[in-house]
């Protein structure tokens, strides 16, 4: 029998802005493991068996459970709450690899056994990461220890909860829609950043933000190309500081350690086409606009009558807003009490619902996620209602 005691490990440290403490504590840094016990609490109280200097977090947040041979947390009602894979919770029972977070960056991995790893294999990984018969030798040698991360790379299966835990650090952004990952043999390749203009996530964060967690994630070693839309985190007052946001950007890939394989990042869309960074980068960096945009009815109820049908693409003018109601003047007309429109503002463009009262639930869901606004990227799945299905398209 393993005599592997449970614990937590630090992996992710809070945003520097929301501590308390200066200096921060030594032992709250990444790699600190803390032993797991029945009634572990979590908080600002100094008697917490992880005692958490941060403004974010009430006196005492969180508290880990042992009932029936199971291990659960339970949020104590905290404003900012406790997040389990990426999603806010009550309570949930805790699984070997689940990624925590108390609100904001505080993350830890929940261990059960001592991690394996296989130093020479992932090292010939990262050397030929297009050789799949490397890739099969590290699956079987998982697969033949019973690790998760087997089952990853031996399938393409996607799985939400799965992938927020490979993720980390950055599981929360994964799950709220601000990163955007392709996978293969369950790592990321390809992903894009944006604020999907309807996160929880507090304050303005800024796209370096972002980028610096995702790269100093081990998940994105294998991670070729990043697409990040900066002007998609604008809020008011924060627009004339775009161009500081793209500097900032540039200074990240300067001075930060990179991925092996990141070779490209695109920037946009952007408003300003002329924008350049000056300095020579690391990997390349291309901005890109895209003003001209379509959307492709995908399915449509019958009861909605919608006036073009589906398989028809319709495209959108950035002069006036472009929408979906029942006008004759529609870009798309329904036969139902519902008003959508999509603009062009700033660069980008944006779909939002209109004359909703602040009781009413929205009817707009943007890639699955229920939203009263949301900013668009192309490939994007609207559905509005349970009868009206877009896809949006840039050009």
């Given at each position: 029998m393993s005599d592997f005691a449970p614990c937590l490990e630090i992996i992710g440290v809070p945003w520097?802005?929301?501590?308390?403490?200066?200096?921060?504590?030594v032992e709250l840094e990444r790699g600190r493991r803390f032993e797991l016990e029945d009634g572990f609490t979590m908080g600002r109280e100094p008697s917490a068996h992880l005692s958490?200097?941060?403004?974010?977090?009430?006196?005492?947040?969180?508290?880990?459970?042992?009932?029936?041979?199971?291990?659960?947390?339970?949020?104590?009602?905290?404003?900012?709450?406790?997040?389990l894979n990426g999603v806010r919770i009550k309570d949930?029972?805790?699984?070997?690899?689940d990624v925590l977070e108390l609100p904001w960056g505080l993350v830890s991995r929940v261990l059960f056994t001592e991690p394996e790893v296989n130093t020479s294999i992932e090292a010939d990984l990262l050397e030929f990461p297009d050789d799949e018969a490397r890739w099969?030798?590290?699956?079987?040698?998982?697969?033949?220890?019973?690790?998760?991360?087997?089952?990853?790379?031996?399938?393409?299966?996607?799985?939400?909860?799965?992938?927020?835990?490979?993720?980390?650090?950055?599981?929360?952004?994964?799950?709220?829609?601000?990163?955007?990952?392709?996978?293969?043999?369950?790592?990321?390749?390809?992903?894009?950043?944006?604020?999907?203009?309807?996160?929880?996530?507090?304050?303005?964060?800024?796209?370096?933000?972002?980028?610096?967690?995702?790269?100093?994630?081990?998940?994105?070693?294998?991670?070729?190309r990043v697409e990040i839309d900066p002007v998609s985190f604008v809020r008011?007052?924060?627009?004339?500081?775009?161009?500081?946001?793209?500097?900032?950007?540039?200074?990240?890939?300067?001075?930060?350690?990179?991925?092996?394989?990141?070779?490209?990042?695109?920037?946009?869309?952007?408003?300003?086409?002329?924008?350049?960074?000056?300095?020579?980068?690391?990997?390349?960096?291309?901005?890109?606009?895209?003003?001209?945009?379509?959307?492709?009815?995908?399915?449509?109820?019958?009861?909605?009558?919608?006036?073009?049908?589906?398989?028809?693409?319709v495209g959108l003018t950035t002069d006036e807003p472009n929408v979906i109601a029942q006008v004759d003047e529609a870009t798309i007309r329904v036969e139902a009490p519902l008003a959508v429109q999509i603009v062009f503002d700033q660069g980008r463009w944006r779909a939002e619902e209109l004359n909703r009262r602040p009781a009413e639930l929205p009817s707009l869901r943007v890639n699955g996620r229920v939203a009263a606004h949301a900013t668009l990227r192309d490939q994007d799945f609207i559905e509005i209602l349970d009868g009206l299905s877009l896809r949006f398209r840039m050009h």
């Open positions: 520097e802005s929301l501590r308390t403490a200066r200096p921060w504590p958490l200097p941060l403004i974010t977090l009430p006196r005492r947040c969180a508290r880990i459970e042992r009932k029936h041979g199971r291990w659960w947390v339970l949020d104590l009602g905290g404003t900012n709450g406790t997040y949930g029972e805790l699984r070997h690899g099969g030798v590290w699956a079987d040698w998982l697969l033949e220890r019973g690790l998760a991360l087997g089952r990853r790379l031996s399938s393409e299966v996607r799985d939400a909860e799965d992938d927020a835990r490979a993720l980390g650090t950055m599981a929360i952004f994964f799950r709220e829609g601000w990163l955007q990952p392709e996978w293969r043999h369950g790592f990321p390749v390809s992903v894009v950043v944006r604020d999907p203009g309807n996160s929880y996530l507090m304050g303005e964060v800024a796209p370096v933000v972002v980028l610096e967690g995702l790269l100093r994630e081990p998940a994105f070693r294998f991670v070729r008011a007052g924060v627009w004339a500081r775009l161009r500081e946001e793209i500097e900032a950007l540039g200074e990240l890939l300067v001075g930060a350690p990179l991925p092996p394989w990141l070779s490209t990042l695109r920037v946009g869309p952007m408003p300003i086409s002329e924008l350049r960074l000056n300095q020579p980068m690391p990997v390349a960096v291309e901005f890109f606009t895209a003003r001209h945009a379509s959307l492709e009815i995908v399915n449509a109820a019958a009861s909605l009558h919608a006036r073009p049908g589906p398989g028809h693409r």
